[in-house]
């Protein structure tokens, strides 16, 4: 069924919302290509589902939602989702660098692409895009416990992966 004024609607949802769906789905895929052809998808399927979002003030969780059943279509048709064992992550001091060293955005959305999409999505939700654990929850139809520990296990996974390489490089160039 086609919606009165629907063109103009899902026009000013992209406007609002393209910056930040295209961000997420290069967080997600790694690659520009990728995330533009995610971000085209995910409007595509926006304006044909338009009567579908009852809140306009809810706009952004529901796109948000859309291009990650985009992203994870696509992942189950490839069947190349990464498998990477996080309960073999260590444990990392809690004591980090002062200051922190600079991470390469490069080495970050490698890292990213490293994790299982159910803990890369709520890692990036909520720092890259500022969504609060109930939004991530409702997003993901899970448990808010379950978003609180998807997210310390990336963020351990990052950890290991980011920081423990910068601190050997250290120790080896002050050798």
């Known amino acids: 069924m086609r919606w009165p004024g629907t063109k103009r609607k899902v026009e000013a949802l992209v406007q609002a919302h393209y910056a930040a769906l295209y961000r997420f789905a290069f967080r997600l895929s790694g690659t520009?290509?990728?995330?533009?052809?995610?971000?085209?998808?995910?409007?595509?399927?926006?304006?044909?589902?338009?009567?579908?979002l009852r809140d306009v003030h809810k706009a952004r969780g529901w796109l948000f939602t859309i291009l990650r059943n985009v992203y994870l279509h696509k992942l189950r048709d490839r069947k190349t989702a990464n498998a990477v064992a996080l309960d073999e992550v260590g444990d990392i001091p809690d004591r980090l660098p002062d200051p922190l060293p600079d991470i390469?955005?490069?080495?970050?959305?490698?890292?990213?692409?490293?994790?299982p999409e159910a803990f890369r999505t709520p890692l990036i939700l909520f720092y890259f895009e500022d969504f609060s654990y109930r939004d991530i929850a409702e997003q993901l139809e899970v448990p808010l416990g379950t978003v609180m520990s998807r997210l310390a296990r990336a963020k351990a996974f990052l950890?290991?992966?980011?920081?423990?390489?910068?601190?050997?490089?250290?120790?080896?160039?002050?050798?």
């Open 159 to 175: 950890k290991a992966r980011l920081l423990v390489p910068v601190a050997a490089d250290a120790a080896r160039g002050e050798a």
């Open 104 to 115: 390469e955005p490069q080495r970050l959305q490698i890292a990213l692409s490293e994790i």
């Open 32 to 52: 520009a290509s990728e995330a533009e052809d995610l971000t085209q998808e995910a409007f595509c399927q926006a304006q044909a589902k338009f009567g579908q």
